[in-house]
């Protein structure tokens, strides 16, 4: 019997998604990439954007259809606001949070279906059914009833609790050289615009015991990029009582000394961290352990204190100004990426104005520039959405001239060098392959071994456009080596 999953959002939810595999191939099911072929269907859901809620809604009517003519069973999972939570359980046949994962096999066992090989039987007696009595058939009698969330829990659980049951579930990892460790679920912080308080409940640090475990276990097998995963990873810690566990800094820094003690090379990266818990010693530890990747990522949102304030951000432009300055002083050859928000409620040409002059100061070599769309549950649902999508696509496409524009400088600034990169697979181009550098540029170069994929190479730059680089593979050492 088979399942497949469809992933939606942040690489937090590509990391929980790869926990549900794991559960799902404990159970005896097989993956497969045809929806159509599958048993069970799921949906590791993104809240954050109204765009990745139509595409749930999409899908289930979709598999609904399908019932009419073979045994399903279709659950959601992920990021789910509990008014999107009320309206999934109509739709849906399993409705939980990543906290009640390792309860997934006693959900499905209250459908009747123990094994696979029960599914099996089931849908054998359907077959048969349709053969046998197709025009006397009552299909209602063939559905299975929805499930009942065990140990009399609320409809509308807290998301947060229980969360340290689902990270004692080794992932089933997506790649054989690139993987995520979860370091922390939820966030304090409210940001007006932002549902992941509503979806993933307050702040819960994973133990650093059992990160360093998952951290050695992934560096031992072979693994050279990982990053770790929260919502707010630099306030990991703060949740404890004071002196019950590290801080950020402090994780960093067991990380970094294992890094220097292992013959095995690897990079580490982390996301997101919250410019408000930014602290020096933070980028001091990053500057002094060679395997923490210089590359950051601080989200800004936008270039405008009054907006920022609007947003509930807690951090100024000139605090965020200060972080970078720390960042170029002690990490010179790092790169910067960061999240922008553009056309959030009341935003006026000023404030993008200011926006754009934030990327034009920070020379950011990526962000990701969002046009906001409310979200029930988060405070600005509440608010007027008052800013025309034409509108918002303007804004969009001007800060995105101004990212180009600052990406091809430093782009350009590697022709001539000779930069490591991690190769992650074959290029859109033909007989290509593509591959990040230490700071998370893209590098394509000529090449069609395979054998490339997942390992450290050398490519000398001779080209560069926006957001990315071409080069040719180095075969042996040369000099004038950086880091990009």
């Given at each position: 019997?088979?399942?497949?999953?469809?992933?939606?959002?942040?690489?937090?939810?590509?990391?929980?998604?790869?926990?549900?595999?794991?559960?799902?191939?404990?159970?005896?099911?097989?993956?497969?990439?045809?929806?159509?072929?599958?048993n069970?269907?799921?949906?590791?859901?993104?809240?954050?954007?109204?765009?990745?809620?139509?595409?749930?809604y999409?899908?289930?009517q979709?598999?609904n259809?399908?019932?009419?003519?073979?045994?399903l069973?279709?659950?959601v999972?992920?990021?789910?606001?509990?008014?999107?939570?009320?309206?999934?359980?109509?739709?849906?046949?399993?409705?939980?949070?990543?906290?009640?994962?390792p309860?997934?096999?006693?959900?499905?066992?209250?459908?009747?279906?123990?094994?696979?090989?029960?599914?099996?039987?089931?849908?054998?007696?359907?077959?048969?059914m349709?053969?046998?009595?197709?025009?006397?058939?009552?299909?209602?009698?063939?559905?299975?009833?929805?499930?009942?969330?065990?140990?009399?829990?609320?409809?509308?659980?807290?998301?947060?609790?229980?969360?340290?049951?689902?990270?004692?579930?080794?992932?089933?990892?997506?790649?054989?050289?690139?993987?995520?460790?979860?370091?922390?679920?939820?966030?304090?912080?409210f940001?007006?615009?932002?549902?992941?308080?509503?979806?993933?409940?307050?702040?819960?640090s994973?133990?650093?015991?059992?990160?360093?475990?998952?951290?050695?276990?992934?560096?031992?097998?072979?693994?050279?990029?990982?990053?770790?995963?929260?919502?707010?990873?630099?306030?990991?810690?703060?949740?404890?009582?004071?002196?019950?566990?590290?801080?950020?800094?402090?994780?960093?820094?067991?990380?970094?000394?294992?890094?220097?003690?292992?013959?095995?090379?690897?990079?580490?990266?982390?996301?997101?961290?919250?410019?408000?818990?930014?602290?020096?010693?933070?980028?001091?530890?990053?500057?002094?352990?060679?395997?923490?990747?210089?590359?950051?990522?601080?989200?800004?949102?936008?270039?405008?204190?009054?907006?920022?304030?609007?947003?509930?951000?807690k951090?100024?432009?000139?605090q965020?100004?200060?972080?970078?300055?720390?960042?170029?002083?002690?990490?010179?050859?790092?790169?910067?990426?960061?999240?922008?928000?553009?056309?959030?409620?009341?935003?006026?040409?000023?404030?993008?104005?200011?926006?754009?002059?934030?990327?034009?100061?920070?020379?950011?070599?990526?962000?990701?520039?969002?046009q906001?769309?409310?979200?029930?549950?988060?405070?600005?649902?509440?608010?007027?959405d008052?800013?025309?999508?034409?509108?918002?696509?303007?804004?969009?496409?001007m800060?995105?001239?101004?990212l180009?524009?600052?990406?091809?400088?430093?782009n350009?600034?590697?022709?001539?060098?000779?930069?490591?990169?991690?190769?992650?697979?074959?290029?859109?181009?033909?007989?290509?392959?593509?591959?990040?550098?230490?700071?998370?540029?893209?590098?394509?170069?000529?090449?069609?071994?395979k054998?490339?994929?997942?390992q450290?190479?050398?490519?000398?730059?001779?080209?560069?456009?926006?957001?990315?680089?071409?080069?040719?593979?180095?075969?042996?050492?040369?000099p004038?080596?950086?880091?990009?």
């Amino acid at each position: 019997m088979k399942y497949h999953i469809v992933q939606l959002g942040c690489q937090m939810n590509i990391s929980d998604g790869e926990r549900v595999q794991k559960v799902l191939d404990k159970m005896g099911f097989e993956p497969t990439d045809r929806e159509e072929e599958a048993n069970l269907l799921g949906v590791i859901a993104c809240s954050v954007r109204q765009k990745a809620i139509d595409k749930v809604y999409s899908r289930i009517q979709k598999w609904n259809k399908w019932k009419n003519k073979k045994n399903l069973i279709t659950f959601v999972t992920g990021c789910v606001l509990p008014a999107d939570r009320e309206k999934f359980l109509k739709q849906f046949d399993m409705v939980f949070t990543m906290s009640e994962l390792p309860e997934l096999p006693e959900m499905v066992q209250q459908y009747g279906i123990v094994t696979p090989a029960g599914m099996q039987s089931l849908d054998k007696e359907w077959q048969e059914m349709e053969l046998s009595e197709k025009e006397n058939r009552n299909e209602a009698a063939f559905r299975l009833d929805k499930a009942v969330l065990p140990h009399g829990k609320e409809s509308v659980p807290h998301p947060e609790k229980g969360i340290e049951e689902f990270w004692h579930i080794t992932p089933k990892y997506g790649s054989g050289y690139e993987a995520y460790i979860p370091i922390q679920n939820g966030c304090n912080k409210f940001c007006t615009y932002c549902a992941v308080p509503y979806t993933r409940g307050r702040e819960v640090s994973r133990p650093s015991g059992e990160i360093m475990k998952e951290l050695k276990d992934l560096v031992g097998k072979g693994y050279k990029s990982i990053t770790l995963l929260g919502q707010n990873v630099n306030s990991y810690g703060l949740d404890k009582e004071e002196g019950k566990e590290v801080s950020f800094a402090g994780l960093l820094r067991m990380i970094g000394e294992f890094g220097n003690h292992t013959p095995e090379k690897f990079w580490l990266y982390f996301t997101s961290p919250h410019p408000r818990d930014m602290t020096d010693e933070v980028i001091e530890v990053i500057a002094q352990y060679p395997c923490l990747a210089r590359q950051i990522h601080l989200p800004i949102q936008s270039g405008d204190d009054t907006m920022l304030v609007h947003m509930n951000r807690k951090h100024t432009v000139q605090q965020y100004r200060r972080i970078v300055q720390t960042i170029r002083r002690l990490i010179p050859e790092a790169t910067l990426f960061t999240d922008i928000i553009v056309g959030f409620t009341g935003e006026t040409e000023e404030q993008n104005e200011n926006t754009r002059k934030a990327i034009a100061e920070f020379k950011f070599n990526m962000a990701y520039i969002a046009q906001y769309s409310p979200r029930p549950g988060a405070v600005s649902s509440r608010w007027s959405d008052d800013i025309p999508k034409e509108v918002k696509k303007v804004r969009y496409h001007m800060l995105t001239d101004e990212l180009m524009k600052h990406s091809l400088t430093y782009n350009q600034s590697l022709i001539g060098k000779t930069v490591e990169v991690l190769v992650r697979g074959k290029d859109r181009k033909n007989d290509y392959l593509s591959a990040l550098t230490e700071g998370k540029i893209i590098v394509r170069f000529a090449s069609t071994d395979k054998k490339l994929i997942g390992q450290f190479v050398k490519v000398k730059i001779h080209s560069a456009v926006p957001f990315s680089t071409e080069g040719e593979l180095v075969v042996k050492e040369v000099p004038n080596l950086v880091n990009a």
